[in-house]
């Protein structure tokens, strides 16, 4: 299995809803990645998580809440958002190197969530 | 932060070779130097990594300056299924893509 499923594939929302995206993988991958892209533009890391420790915050504002509950798993928890957050929302992971941080291989995307916030 | 920089866009005639260039002038030693590709509404996916060495797959070929401050993905023989956009990214302790370059491939 060298997929990283991520659900929902779509998602619209209000601004005062709560809502949560998530990231699947079995690969064994112990760093695990959000990204978020808007169109016409290369995507722009979020968090980076590595070892299920969030290890990355590219100072994303707090309505957007990371979690990653266990290996496997990393959720994007979202609340309150702004119509300027609609994007695809990008899942990545990764092996990590022997030193536990940095990455040497391959990032395996999912297809991604696109978010509309209304 | 070790930033890329790319061409915006490429064209490339079907079944001819495509040269993808990229400069990485602050490169690390510990960067690997990573090459991914994004079709329109899809994840990116990976196409092809090294850190010295040149490398070929069965994708593509990859050709590292000796300095390691440049690199080029090399498609042997484009077709209209190579058309995407290809980020080069250095990874190592950073994730961070570049603007990438727009690929069309001429029938």
């Known amino acids: 299995d060298t997929e990283v499923t991520q659900t929902p594939k779509h998602l619209v929302m209000g601004m005062t809803n709560k809502k949560s995206l998530k990231c699947e993988q079995h690969?064994?991958?112990?760093?695990m990645y959000w990204y978020k892209q808007k169109a016409k533009k290369p995507p722009e890391l979020m968090f980076v998580?590595?070892?299920?420790?969030?290890?990355i915050n590219e100072s994303v504002p707090s309505r957007f809440s990371p979690e990653c509950p266990n290996s496997s798993l990393l959720n994007l928890h979202l609340h309150a958002l702004q119509p300027e957050d609609s994007a695809l929302y990008l899942c990545?992971?990764?092996?990590?190197?022997?030193?536990?941080?940095?990455?040497?291989?391959?990032?395996?995307f999912g297809e991604g969530s696109r978010l509309t916030v209304l | 932060d070790a930033k890329t920089t790319q061409p915006n866009s490429m064209e490339s005639n079907e079944e001819e070779p495509v040269h993808l260039p990229c400069n990485h002038s602050?490169?690390?030693?510990?960067?690997?130097i990573h090459w991914y590709r994004q079709l329109p509404s899809q994840g990116p996916e990976y196409v092809i990594h090294?850190?010295?060495s040149n490398v070929n797959n069965r994708m593509a070929s990859l050709a590292i300056a000796e300095d390691r401050k440049s690199s080029t993905l090399i498609l042997h023989r484009a077709t209209l299924r190579d058309a995407a956009v290809y980020y080069c990214?250095?990874?190592?302790?950073?994730?961070?893509f570049g603007t990438g370059t727009s690929l069309t491939v001429i029938p």
């Open positions: 990545a992971s990764s092996h990590l190197s022997p030193q536990g941080f940095a990455n040497t291989g391959e990032l395996f």
């Open positions: 998580y590595s070892y299920e420790k969030l290890s």
């Open positions: 690969m064994g991958h112990r760093a």
């Open positions: 602050t490169i690390s030693g510990t960067d690997y």
């Open positions: 090294g850190l010295t």
């Open positions: 990214i250095l990874i190592g302790n950073q994730f961070y």
